[in-house]
């Protein structure tokens, strides 16, 4: 059985605990790896542990795209590692650890973190772990597919503000949902919908509830967001800007020559969750 972890950029806190739970898992007998970043950290630094039998043995480096042949992926951090974790996870269970930030994808305390990934090991042994679905989102024109979004698709101008953004013509199934000037369109899981589309004055959505949020960003005329089934197809037309872009969560961007359309559909791999259920009024109550 192999385990990969994931602990924020930067965060000294993190990678602690990275090396606690390769102590607890080595004794388990278990392969871990982690990403590249962490491997560098530990390069530059001590954080082991003796336990009785000579120093826990460091583990491999692996980049995070090839996470999908591990067994269980721990991300350490907050939402933004988690979307980090996740590129690669494919159909590979995902534990979040939160650091104290929102953490809406982050169920596990720092103090519970240990004790939990070491118990998601055993249930993935005995095949009695209860893992959750969230669905992901993927936007394609004929000439390139972006990478599946947790968060959020994202169509807009090239800049934003006054003077800038672009025409666009949004259509749910071939129906017409509306048309104008907007910096541009958000489309969002409701996993996402605490984040940037929230920001940009759409609705909280329970993660229990099954649909996709469709909002305007800044939009002349503006219409009101509207949530969306998940076998629904969303279609953006831009047709008369010079540029645009299209991003999947804010990290992976493809340029978009107008005329053309994208089209945003559910992704036929979806993100699972290993671990405890989150409390979302908990967390929700830590958004300023």
Not at 59 to 66: A, I, K, L, Y
Not at 131 to 154: F, G, H, I, Q, Y
Request: aromatic share 4%.
């Amino acid at each position: 059985m192999r385990v990969g972890i994931v602990g924020q950029r930067g965060n000294t806190r993190a990678i602690s605990l990275v090396g606690d739970i390769c102590e607890r898992l080595h004794r388990k007998g278990i392969e871990v790896v982690v990403d590249e970043s962490t491997h560098e950290a530990f390069q530059r630094g001590n954080v082991w542990h003796e336990d009785g039998a000579g120093e826990t043995p460091r583990p491999d480096s692996q980049p995070v795209e090839e996470f999908d042949t591990c067994d269980l992926a721990v991300s350490i951090g907050g939402d933004g590692t988690f979307l980090f974790t996740a590129r690669g996870a494919g159909t590979t269970p995902i534990m979040g650890i939160n650091l104290g930030e929102v953490g809406f994808l982050n169920a596990v305390s720092p103090e519970e973190a240990v004790e939990s990934v070491s118990e998601a090991v055993e249930q993935i042994r005995s095949g009695t772990d209860e893992l959750r679905k969230m669905p992901r989102l993927t936007a394609s024109t004929d000439a390139w597919t972006l990478p599946a979004a947790l968060n959020e698709v994202v169509v807009q101008g090239p800049q934003r503000g006054h003077g800038n953004g672009l025409s666009i013509e949004v259509r749910v199934d071939g129906s017409l949902y509306t048309s104008g000037h907007a910096d541009g369109v958000l489309v969002a899981t409701t996993t996402g919908s605490t984040a940037y589309n929230l920001s940009e004055g759409g609705p909280i959505v329970h993660p229990n509830v099954t649909g996709f949020i469709v909002t305007e960003m800044c939009g002349e005329e503006a219409m009101p967001p509207l949530v969306v089934d998940t076998d629904a197809t969303v279609t953006v037309r831009i047709d008369d800007a010079e540029s645009a872009v299209a991003l999947s969560d804010g990290r992976v961007r493809r340029s978009v020559v107008p005329p053309a359309e994208i089209h945003l559909e559910r992704a036929e791999t979806p993100v699972y969750i290993a671990g405890p259920p989150l409390d979302f009024f908990t967390a929700l109550g830590k958004l300023e």
